[in-house]
């Protein structure tokens, strides 16, 4: 079994922020009831590891000056919405798993990265 | 049932309190894990306190409910969050607590209306699990879903707080050592758990109703805990089974003569001379209606037939009119399922009412070991009187006097004995 990360990207598809996009109160609460299927199911199979939903404000420190600049550091579609770490055999395995994650029922982007053991 | 005054602001927050908390324990330790249970009383207790600090300054917020969840809510995510709890969760939804993505909508939904009957109902299951005595069985649904202390609970049983501390102490160790969990009962269990709860609940109501409790409010408290339990169980198809529906209207039926039962001065009106307007018709139309609904499909439960009894004597305009012949039959259906002495009794006195107080006395003096009954000694006592045999009746009252220590029934066996005189 390997771990990997998930990094969602854009704030649109921010389950936790979606202020800004076009859905009613009900297909919020359809959204969040479809995530908390989706996590319960990943956590019964074992599948989760962990993973937090992130806001859109924050800090960017830079190099060996260690320079503090403020958020947003980049287009909004690209910020990273959220994480998720999660068991699965292989790479194939783990994109088929995220493949479920109801963030790309709003149309949003799921980054599938193997954790690299040092 | 209650007979609050509006204007007593204090008492329905009170009440409120001890709605509330039943609900919020049973939500959280759903949520928590029954062996985490303990913190689950102390979120609520510190939400309850809150309230109070808050409240008694300015006035009680329009929804005070939604005020205590939105409080114990905000106040289970932060020991979630920081991962305070002493035993490691093993709720159904334990995975949803890891993650901010699913923890506030989580807890969010545990405290939806079906969500927060879903849990009293998981609890009560919980605490009527075979690996708790019926004693204990009880206890636990005072404390959990009633919201009464150990102190209040001591009380209600004449016991003392230490003696009920003790009792909760154990259930706790229990919890942990065989793993008791809020998951429902499955399909194939489902009706012999329900009976378990149902037959808890009955206790739970006989004690408020028989027992013997110098203070009526907390008699009458019991009942209505009993009864709204009893309610809870109706309202989820899984546990509306027809028996469900026969206790509730035995229970219907005899809160219908709380009124009725004690006169003026607080004693006792025996159901022969208890004025039958004072009944309470709403109650008496509601036992009607689960009776019906108590019918459906061919299963016979004692239930059935202690609320048949009961609904005979509810709908009949008066003592002389009552069809004591048909009671009669009850009785010996009841005694023959369950052989329970108390039954025996009972059904003496009201064979001595369809066929003679001389057949009363002969099947009264059959039965062995109730010499030190109380409620033995006045019926055999009632019905010599009734015979004639002042002297043997006067004797007997005489032992039953011994028997009491309680005021109301001490009173009405003076008067008796006065009779015999």
Redesign the interface.
Known sequence: MEKFLYLFRGTENN??DMRDNNLSPEDMQAQ?QK??TW??G???KGI?V????LQVTGKQVTGTKKVVTDGPFIEAKEIVG?Y?IVNAKNIDEAVEISKGCPVLEVDGKIEVRPIQNM | MSSGKNSDVHKIVDHLFRREAGKMVSVLTRIFGFKNIEQAEDVVQDTILKALEVWKFGKVPENPEAWLYHAAKNKAIDMLRRQQLKYKIDSDISYLLKSEYTLAPALNEMFTENEIKDSQLRMMFACCNASFTQEAQITLILKTLCGLSAKEIGKAFLSNEETIQKRIYRTREKIREENITLDYPGANAMTQRTDAVLKTLYLLFNEGYHSSHPEKLIREDLCEEAMRLCLLLIENPKTNLPQTNALLALMCYHVSRFGARLDDKGLIVLLKDQDRNQWNKILIEKGNEYLNYSAIGKMVHDFHIEAAIASAHANTTSYENTDWKMILNLYDTLLNRTNNPMVAINRAVVLGEAEGCHKAITELEKLKGFTENCYYNTSLAEMYMRVGDKETAKKIFGKALELTSSNAEIELIRRKMKMCS
């Open positions: 389950a936790h969040m995530w908390m996590m319960k990943l956590g019964e989760l962990g993973g937090e939903p959220g998720l």
